[in-house]
């Protein structure tokens, strides 16, 4: 039996990685939705327009599945840390009072994007899917930045353990908020983008070669490989951040365990607790000093700067953090070859290219690799808090409910969660599968 904090903690985990994953999808899709729509426009050319209504649908059933599983996170928060929802609430509302709205936006204009197929005129149908796109990215940008106070909490006056005075749009404010953000939306593209190269590598490596499946794969490969080298400009900004706001987390990352002056860079290895170090990495001289201060000599504060029970999981913070960060260096060396190839090339690059099944096989690979170094990405942040729930002021202990069999609760949300992958691998196959008949018949 798991006690209430175990409990709490995987069903959170379970669920965030759900709906986490569906929340960029629905972030993405949108934007690829529209820019195959416009080009049908453009051009009359029905393999867009088939490319636009197919992923319309995808977007809807992702639509969907997000907002079941938004809905049942929601629920979580005061079920599972009523401390917590109590004390800090009133921090961060704003945020999800304001995701709210965009959220209804974005289901009010997919509907009128779905209606308006072949009953609005067709420029006049592509704007009302504009909004979806927005909403998406607005409703992304304002649940992180409620995250983001969570990690840099500013902007409130505490007395007795209660909120008195709180700045309404403090969560904007929080210096983590900026980077955490924007890491958030442009993970979302890549995600999204190598996603749906994905599908069509997979159909183009099964022999459809048609331009439906073409067009499909370079449209994804291209939100994907111009969003991974943007995405290592933000992480290090990111990091950057960490190390000032949260130089524990940092050293967790890094798997630093003494603060010291010239660190290391390291890669790869596990962490030794007993020993303060990691055992098997491969360091970079100074690296780590000079890239967060741009000194060699820099002092960097290591996990002895605080008590041990202050300190979160090492071995998995800085396992996640290298996965995330080897994953991220594989799609801009992806991206540079791509771009070499062209480069050569120039005409009919993606013809050739894609005609190469070892580079259909790492587009392939991307797609889910995409979304492993997202989860990765997420479990840094929210692990690397830890002990802390809102860093410095509330530790996870103090959050978690006391209401006995909490683990009820942890089994009932994966046996959802189950359902709904299950639901949504079937929707998802059956929209996948072979091009639609106007598209081979152009």
Not at 115 to 141: E, F, I
Not at 151 to 178: C, L, R, Y
Not at 225 to 243: M, T
């Amino acid at each position: 039996m798991l006690d209430n904090l175990t409990a709490a903690r995987e069903q959170m985990a379970i669920s965030l990685s759900f709906h986490i994953i569906f929340a960029v999808l629905g972030v993405g899709m949108p934007w690829l939705m529209l820019y195959a729509e416009d080009r049908g426009i453009r051009t009359g050319d029905p393999i867009w327009t088939a490319l636009a209504r197919r992923w319309a649908k995808a977007s809807a059933i992702i639509f969907a599945i997000g907002a079941v599983s938004g809905t049942v996170l929601s629920f979580e928060f005061g079920l599972l840390w009523p401390n917590f929802m109590a004390t800090y609430s009133g921090a961060f509302g704003v945020s999800f009072s304001l995701e709210a709205f965009a959220f209804f936006a974005e289901a009010i204009f997919l509907g009128l994007y779905f209606y308006g197929w072949d009953r609005l005129k067709p420029r006049t149908h592509w704007w009302t899917g504009v909004p979806v796109a927005v909403g998406g990215l607005a409703s992304a940008g304002f649940v992180t930045t409620a995250n983001a106070w969570m990690n840099a909490p500013v902007g409130i006056v505490m007395q007795g353990g209660k909120i008195v005075a709180a700045e309404p749009f403090a969560p904007f404010t929080a210096p983590t908020s900026g980077p955490q953000v924007t890491h958030m939306l442009l993970a979302a593209l890549l995600c999204t983008g190598f996603a749906v190269a994905a599908v069509y590598a997979v159909g183009m490596l099964r022999g459809r070669r048609d331009a439906y499946h073409r067009r499909g794969l370079a449209s994804g490969l291209v939100m994907g490989l111009v969003a991974a080298p943007l995405q290592v400009i933000v992480g290090d900004w990111a990091v950057r951040v960490v190390a000032q706001t949260q130089p524990t987390k940092m050293a967790a990352m890094e798997g630093l365990g003494h603060t010291m002056a010239g660190a290391p860079l390291s890669l790869g290895g596990i962490y030794d607790a007993a020993a303060g170090q990691l055992r098997g990495a491969i360091e970079i001289p100074k690296a780590l000093s000079l890239l967060l201060a741009y000194d060699p000599n820099a002092v960097v504060t290591g996990l002895d700067a605080v008590p041990p029970a202050d300190r979160p999981s090492v071995a998995v913070v800085h396992l996640c953090f290298d996965l995330m960060v080897g994953i991220g260096t594989a799609f801009v060396a992806l991206g540079v070859w791509t771009l070499w190839y062209w480069w050569r090339h120039r005409k009919g690059t993606m013809v050739r290219i894609s005609d190469r099944k070892w580079y259909l096989r790492a587009v392939a690979i991307g797609g889910p690799a995409a979304m492993v170094a997202l989860i990765a990405g997420w479990i840094v942040t929210e692990v690397g808090r830890q002990p802390w729930i809102v860093f410095h002021l509330m530790r996870t202990t103090q959050a978690v409910s006391d209401q006995p069999g909490l683990y009820v609760y942890f089994y009932a949300a994966a046996a959802i969660y189950t359902l709904l992958a299950v639901t949504l691998v079937v929707l998802l196959r059956r929209i996948a599968t072979g091009a639609p008949k106007e598209a081979v018949s152009a």
